[in-house]
């Protein structure tokens, strides 16, 4: 059950990377802080070569920029591609969202 569940979120995790970055500039610490706060447990290990995946797709852009508290940060943009894939994915989702609502209506 639990790896039936891992590959669910991860099946959603790059929408849910778009949806948070689409709020503004991102650094990555922050990507995986507004996840866990979702409840949606992300590590380091995974996040990066999401980002990275997302990036060579077109779908990110980013940015250093200096830092207060250490060494420079990069900050991840959404590119027009990324807001294009990231609301057409909320399309899905909205309609994955209501078959699934539908289902468990009926096995009620």
């Known amino acids: 059950m639990e790896n039936t569940r891992a590959q669910m979120r991860k099946g959603i995790l790059e929408y849910c990377i778009l949806l948070v970055i689409s709020r503004g500039k991102m650094y990555a610490n922050d990507i995986l802080k507004e996840l866990k706060k979702a409840d949606l447990i992300v590590v380091e290990g995974t996040i990066y070569p999401l980002l990275s995946r997302l990036r060579n797709a077109g779908l990110l852009t980013y940015k250093w920029e200096e830092s207060k508290s250490g060494p420079p940060r990069k ?3 959404l590119t027009d591609d ?3 894939t990231m609301n057409e ?3 899905t ?3 994955l969202n209501k078959t699934i609502n539908n289902l468990l209506i009926k096995t009620k």
């Open 75 to 77: 900050y991840y943009y």
């Open 93 to 95: 989702w909205q309609q």
């Open 82 to 84: 990324g807001t294009d």
């Open 89 to 91: 994915l909320s399309i």
